[in-house]
T-cell receptor
Framework: DAKTTQPPSMDCAEGRAANLPCNHS???????VYWYRQIHSQGPQYIIH???NNETNEMASLIITEDRKSSTLILPHATLRDTAVYYC?????????????FGAGTRLTVKP | DVKVTQSSRYLVKRTGEKVFLECVQD?????MFWYRQDPGLGLRLIYF???????EKGDIPEGYSVSREKKERFSLILESASTNQTSMYLC???????????FGPGTRLTVL
């Protein structure tokens, strides 16, 4: 699976958009980009995933560059409850070993 | 909404005890997973199952076993708990859509 690079921490003002970047320059053609977040002492929460096209759901938007070497998760109107560690994972879902490999992630702090 | 539930949020056991951790999902997912999460080590896959009565070893299966008698239920068993099994245990289930995995709330196990 391709490796990802994320900034270790970011701050965002409440009500503003939070843009979380992820680099995955070695991504291969079959690999998807997944985003999860984990609030302290809870299980990881699925946010969104994509292959090539930009994706949007009720939680967030995922923007994937045309060369697929990086992506950005956008929380359009961050709230205090969005404070969490955000993980970007790149993975081929049909590869033999099916686990999710979480890196260190980005610790997002939303401030009032 | 996908729901993955785990039998306990917190558990304290003594060394040598047999420990059962239960996980139930309500999405009719084929795949289910058990991970442990430790500070600085990220998520590590213990076992996974892609069908009833089927199981596959993950990265760290030693000291653990699993059981999947029904599609919705996946149990993790610590045959003889040891202090180095003190950890957060996370169950996940995965569907066919890019094998997106949904996690339970976690069980924080302390072995004394």
């Amino acid at each position: 699976d391709a490796k990802t690079t994320q900034p270790p921490s970011m701050d965002c003002a409440e009500g503003r958009a939070a843009n979380l970047p992820c680099n995955h320059s070695t991504i291969s053609g079959n690999e998807y980009v997944y985003w999860y977040r984990q609030i302290h002492s809870q299980g990881p929460q699925y946010i969104i995933h994509g292959l090539k096209n930009n994706e949007t759901n009720e939680m967030a938007s995922l923007i994937i560059t045309e060369d697929r070497k990086s992506s950005t998760l956008i929380l359009p109107h961050a709230t205090l409850r969005d404070t969490a560690v955000y993980y970007c994972i790149v993975r081929d879902p049909w590869y033999n070993n099916n686990d999710m490999r979480f890196g260190a992630g980005t610790r997002l702090t939303v401030k009032p | 909404d996908v729901k993955v539930t785990q039998s306990s949020r917190y558990l304290v056991k003594r060394t040598g005890e047999k420990v059962f951790l239960e996980c139930v999902q309500d999405m009719d997912h084929e795949n289910m997973f058990w991970y442990r999460q430790d500070p600085g080590l990220g998520l590590r896959l213990i076992y996974f199952s892609y069908d009833v009565k089927m199981k596959e070893k993950g990265d760290i299966p030693e000291g653990y076993s699993v059981s999947r008698e029904k599609k919705e239920r996946f149990s993790l068993i610590l045959e003889s708990a040891s202090t180095n099994q003190t950890s957060m245990y996370l169950c996940a289930s995965g569907g066919l859509e890019a094998d997106t995995q949904y996690f339970g709330p976690g069980t924080r196990l302390t072995v004394l």
